[in-house]
């Protein structure tokens, strides 16, 4: 319920900000229209060297392929995401990366020293990533591998496999976090399992991940991908009001040019 009124003021405060910076892109467009139309930019519009223009042109490419990449990296974490939180935290492919919320995995509780040394991988500190695989049965999962599973409030649980009982469907684990000193009291099932620590783990940058998986993390990176597509289409509209207008420079350029020589040349046959 928190995570849902979390996602409403969210929404709330992404829509009003959408909404401000849509006028005051208008606003910045329409002043920008306003003063090349008025000639307050004909100077230099007419003093743009070939150099000064392909410049521009290299700038406009770039700033075009950095809009697309940016595009290209939320869209696809913001559906990745969505696809995860409707699969009920699941692992929507045969292998996902997870941030880790709490510190239960960072150092080892002396309770547990004697079963470290069988241990075959490490844990891993608050906030980092990991990488998961998918477990296709109850036989991928070993004593003392780590692993993410749903426990009965819904809660996504990663610790270490610290005991097996029975086999099949009717498999349970017991799991314990490194630094706890007691098991846990949710014994999940098989189909509990989100997946298994393959070992490899990023420290700290998790807690942008935790973010950007939580509704509001997903309604702020949104928004940001609404203005950056708000931002180009006003900016590529005021560059397209400069080219329009040194094009008719130009062609006033060249008729005033063309009419000197006119003038020059009846002067000379008068003469």
Same mark, same amino acid.
């Given at each position: 319920m928190q995570e849902i009124t979390s996602a409403i003021i /969210?929404? @709330? @405060?992404? *829509?009003?900000?959408?909404?401000? !910076? /849509?006028?005051?892109?208008?606003?910045?467009e329409g002043n920008?229209?306003?003063?090349?139309? #008025?000639?307050? =930019?004909? /100077?230099?519009?007419? +003093?743009? %060297?070939?150099?000064?223009?392909?410049k521009s042109r290299a700038f406009k490419v770039l700033g075009t392929a950095l809009f697309w990449i940016i595009i290209a990296l939320f869209v696809p974490f913001v559906a990745l995401s969505v696809l995860t939180k409707i699969n009920g935290g699941r692992l929507v492919a045969p292998s996902g990366i997870m941030a880790v919320a *709490?510190?239960?995995?960072? =150092?080892?509780?002396?309770?547990?020293a004697s079963s470290a040394e069988k241990w075959s991988l490490k844990g891993f500190g608050q906030y980092s990533l990991i990488v998961l695989e998918r477990a296709e049965s109850p036989e991928d999962i070993s004593l003392y591998d780590i692993i993410a599973y749903v426990n009965g409030d819904g809660l996504t649980i990663i610790h270490r496999v610290v005991?097996?009982?029975?086999?099949?469907d009717g498999v349970r684990y017991t799991t314990r976090g490194d630094a706890n000193g007691a098991d &846990?009291?949710?014994?999940?099932? !098989?189909?509990?399992?989100?997946?298994?620590?393959?070992g490899v783990h990023v420290e700290?940058?998790?807690? $942008?991940?935790? !973010?950007? +998986?939580?509704?509001? @993390?997903?309604? *702020? $990176?949104?928004?940001?991908?609404?203005?950056l597509i708000i931002a180009? #289409?006003?900016?590529?509209?005021?560059? #397209?009001?400069?080219? $329009?207008? $040194?094009?008719?420079?130009?062609?006033? &350029? %060249?008729?005033?040019?063309?009419? +000197?020589?006119?003038?020059?040349? =009846?002067?000379?046959?008068? #003469?």
């Open positions: /969210a929404l @709330g @405060g992404a *829509t009003l900000i959408i909404v401000a !910076f /849509a006028l005051f892109m208008h606003s910045y920008v229209k306003k003063r090349i139309e #008025g000639g307050e =930019e004909d /100077a230099a519009l007419r +003093q743009k %060297s070939e150099v000064a223009k392909k *709490t510190g239960s995995m960072g =150092e080892v509780n002396p309770v547990n005991a097996i009982e029975g086999d099949g &846990d009291k949710y014994r999940p099932s !098989f189909s509990d399992i989100i997946g298994r620590y393959n700290k940058i998790g807690i $942008a991940v935790l !973010f950007m +998986q939580s509704y509001s @993390g997903m309604i *702020t $990176a949104a928004a940001l991908v609404i203005m180009d #289409g006003s900016l590529r509209r005021t560059e #397209g009001y400069r080219r $329009a207008r $040194a094009r008719s420079l130009a062609v006033g &350029d %060249s008729t005033e040019c063309g009419r +000197q020589k006119e003038n020059v040349t =009846e002067n000379g046959n008068d #003469g």
